[in-house]
């Protein structure tokens, strides 16, 4: 990886030098909503992984984040992470302070050994949830996407419309979102936020697109 490991992290030092060899192992999941076990479980699983991709919810309607945080911050692979409706961008960045190895995205990216990772918080579009949902129009959904690069890994919360995001017969993913998608071609797309999807795949020409859901899926790039 690009990202210098933390003294006494030889071992994930030891699985980035083998990533470059095989490709880059993903660990995704989203909407822990403050579920300890399943934090927790995560992190053990996490030890196999090159980067691991949160797409959103670790809390419930704006509490419990801190606590869930303090969990996955054991996690020592770099960690892509945006928000859900369930907090805000800023919410995460700032408990995400001390976990060293943590890269909170929205409307902004990265790079993690030479692919690009953007990312875009929130639920697109509007919820009918009320205040404390943190949500976005999709034309504000479309601005913060707008310098997303060709060709890289998009991390949403929202699903892109007609994928991974039916609920009773009614698609309920981004218009935003899927257009992104058809103009960047990632080679990834990573959501999680419509429960009844955790661990769907779809297809949007070359680009995989993986609702992940809090048990945590593989990808491997």
């Not at 009320?130 to 890994?153: H, I, K, N, Y």
Request: proline letters at 5%; charged letters at 20%; glycine letters at 12%.
């Amino acid at each position: 990886m690009s990202i210098r490991p933390e003294r006494g992290n030889e071992p994930h030092l030891f699985l980035q030098r083998a990533a470059r060899l095989r490709g880059m192992r993903l660990l995704l999941f989203s909407d822990v909503h403050c579920d300890a076990d399943a934090a927790e479980r995560l992190v053990a699983r996490s030890v196999d992984a090159d980067v691991v991709i949160c797409a959103g919810d670790l809390g419930v309607m704006r509490t419990g984040l801190q606590e869930t945080v303090d969990i996955l911050s054991a996690i020592t692979a770099p960690t892509v992470l945006v928000a859900g409706n369930g907090e805000s961008d800023a919410e995460l960045a700032a408990a995400c302070l001390g976990w060293s190895a943590a890269h909170v995205l929205h409307g902004t990216g990265c790079d993690l050994d030479g692919i690009r990772f953007w990312g875009l918080g929130g639920a697109v579009p509007v919820t009918p949830f009320g205040s404390w949902s943190f949500d976005l129009s999709e034309g504000g959904a479309r601005t913060l996407l707008d310098s997303c690069p060709t060709g890289g890994v998009l991390v949403t919360h929202a699903p892109p419309l007609g994928h991974v995001d039916e609920v009773g017969g009614h698609h309920l993913g981004s218009r935003a979102i899927l257009e992104t998608i058809e103009r960047a071609q990632p080679r990834l797309a990573v959501c999680g936020h419509i429960h009844a999807c955790w661990t769907q795949e779809s297809w949007e020409r070359d680009t995989r697109i993986v609702n992940a859901g809090p048990g945590g899926v593989w990808v491997d790039l």
